[in-house]
């Protein structure tokens, strides 16, 4: 059975540093690519990132140079550093697989929040 | 980037047929991806590659796509398709996913 589980999310004050990790069971990370994926509360979905299976890296404008999306294969494990946290990068953050580069996020995790504020 | 323009909302009665557009530039040429979501839940695909439905998703979930404008059809709506849906494509000028803004379908 195919599993994502998000965790790491909480309340963090403005300027500060979050790691969300994504524990995957069911498929492998690192032969697939994997997305982050943000909703902002009452608002839609905005993809953060992407790491292919032969571990290019892709980002968001938004978050670009702030965030930086790896994985351990040994864990089966992915992760979103997030940096220099502002009030408009609260969300619900998602993990999802991406079936291949031009393909469909067919397994979705639960989300966990982050929360910027003071 | 590239845009995707959805309708803020959509409405239909129980057991009519609701279409849901997503228009961009060409996006004919574009695979096409649809997900439900709802409130307070992760969302789910239910289509993609324009037309190809998931193992679980029920017939009446289809899709199309052609020129500026892809367009996902729920046939014989009913209360528990009443969710968000969102298209997405892939922008191969910048390994972006791309997102639309997202329907609110309102079952009446």
């Not at chain 1, 292919?52 to 978050?63: E, K, L, N």
């Not at chain 2, 959805?6 to 961009?24: D, E, F, L, M």
């Not at chain 2, 017939?59 to 209360?79: K, Q, W």
């Amino acid at each position: 059975e195919v599993q994502l589980v998000e965790s790491g999310g909480g309340l963090v004050q403005p300027g500060g540093s979050l790691r969300l990790s994504c524990a995957v069971s069911g498929f492998s990370v690192s032969g697939n690519y994997m997305s982050w994926v943000r909703q902002a509360p009452g608002k839609g979905l905005e993809w953060v990132s992407v790491i292919y299976s032969g571990g290019s890296t892709y980002y968001a404008d938004s978050v670009k140079d702030r965030f930086t999306i790896s994985r351990d294969n040994s864990k089966n494990t992915l992760y979103l550093q997030m940096n220099s946290l502002t009030a408009e990068d609260t969300a619900v953050y998602y993990c999802a697989r991406q079936y291949q580069r031009n393909g469909q996020l067919d397994y979705w995790g639960q989300g966990t929040l982050v929360t910027v504020s003071s | 980037s590239y845009v995707l323009t959805q309708p803020p909302s959509v409405s239909v009665a129980p057991g009519k047929t609701a279409r849901i557009t997503c228009g961009g530039n060409n996006v004919g040429n574009e695979g096409v991806h649809w997900y439900q979501q709802r409130p307070g839940q992760a969302p789910i695909l239910v289509i993609y590659y324009d037309s190809a439905r998931p193992s679980g998703i029920p017939e009446r979930f289809s899709g199309s796509n052609s020129g500026d404008t892809a367009t996902l059809t729920i046939s014989r709506v009913e209360a528990g398709d009443e969710a968000d849906y969102y298209c997405q494509v892939w922008d191969s000028s910048s390994d972006h996913v791309i997102f639309g803004g997202g329907t609110k379908l309102t079952v009446l």
